[in-house]
């Protein structure tokens, strides 16, 4: 693990990288139809995860060749390897999100071409949060080095109840937000296309869609509370954590669109992320007596998310063909 106190990150790196994702978000809202709304279709989500991802992996090869060149091919080596490792850990664990973000809009029964615009802001939201949540526990980390043992413990922890709560099915009409803000605001019955806010007889109304926006970032925030503490395994530089996170992010909305439909058959997802956050927290907390080398880790992981993804497909084949056999 890298000092906490460093970073390789300049000014003009930091600025480049974020004028990058503003830049992104502008092309999706303006320029390509994140104003209008549409049903994303299959074809057009895997499209844009083929983007997300090879634009991660091109930063990869991006920050190799100027560490290269600027401090070595060991440093090189060693922070490419922490952001895949981390770009990794933050891409599986948000899946668990694509799961809370189809029960929500089931819950909702809100029309596909709707669900696109509510997600982008749901990026924004998330952007923004996950930015301070990081530089805030980057800080702890600097002024308190005993954190990421609390950060390890809370992970496994965090992992066992999931084994243990997996095949729980929240009820969101016991949603304490969602309660309160049906007990404090005045909602229309229906949806109002995109809009959050309708004027009815002189007086503002929220749409359903606004409560759907809040819970969704507030699973965002939910979700960060796990995934944050988890790539401090990794590495405790600011750039790498910030950039990780922010590709894991800006991806997950077509990663959404394109398994929303096949959600259920990720059934054993669950316990691979599960398992992935203890193993993390087990590395974070045995790091006084045992060194882990981040390719080991990013095998670990990998060989987790594929196991599970692979099991829960093999599993559900035969669960979908006799369904096919009793229609």
């Known amino acids: 693990m890298t000092d906490a ?22 092309l999706d809202l303006f320029v390509f139809g994140g104003r209008k709304s549409h049903k994303v279709s299959v074809k057009e989500a895997a499209a844009w995860v083929a983007i997300w991802v090879s634009l991660a992996l091109a930063f990869a090869g991006l920050l190799w060749w100027y560490l290269n060149d600027t401090q070595g091919a060991e440093v090189a080596r060693t922070k490419t390897l922490e952001f895949l ?13 694509m799961f809370v973000f189809v029960m929500i809009f089931g819950y909702f029964a809100v029309p596909p071409e709707l669900q ?73 019955p229906e949806f109002h296309g995109e809009r959050f806010f309708v004027r009815q007889n002189g007086l503002l109304w929220a749409t359903p869609m606004f409560l759907v ?45 394109l398994l929303a ?5 990720f059934h054993l997802l669950k316990y691979g992320l599960a398992i992935v956050l203890v193993f993390i927290g087990g590395k974070m907390l045995a790091m006084p007596w045992f060194h882990m080398p981040i390719q080991w880790s990013l095998s670990i992981v990998g060989s987790i998310i594929l196991v599970s993804v692979v099991g829960s497909l093999a599993l559900s084949k035969p669960r979908s063909a006799s369904a096919g056999g009793q229609a």
């Open 5 to 26: 106190a460093t970073s390789f990150a300049t000014g003009p790196m930091w600025v480049g990288f974020i004028a990058f994702v503003l830049a992104m978000l502008a």
């Open 85 to 97: 490792a981390g770009y990794l850990i933050e891409q599986s664990l948000s899946v668990d999100n």
């Open 116 to 188: 696109r615009r509510v997600l982008l802001y749901g990026v924004l939201g998330a952007i923004v949060m996950r930015a301070g949540m990081i530089f805030a526990g980057v800080w702890l980390v600097q002024q308190f080095a005993w954190i990421l043992y609390v950060f390890g413990a809370f992970l496994v922890i965090t992992g066992v109840k999931m084994i243990i709560f997996a095949e729980a099915e929240p009820d969101l009409e016991k949603n304490p937000l969602l309660r309160w803000l049906r007990g404090h605001l005045r909602i229309t």
């Open 213 to 257: 926006l809040v819970l969704i970032e507030a699973s965002d925030l939910v979700f960060a509370v796990d995934s944050i503490p988890a790539i401090f395994a990794v590495t405790t530089d600011p750039f790498i954590v910030f950039t990780s996170n922010i590709f894991a992010i800006m991806g997950l909305r077509a990663l959404y669109f």
């Open 261 to 265: 439909d096949m959600a259920d058959r």
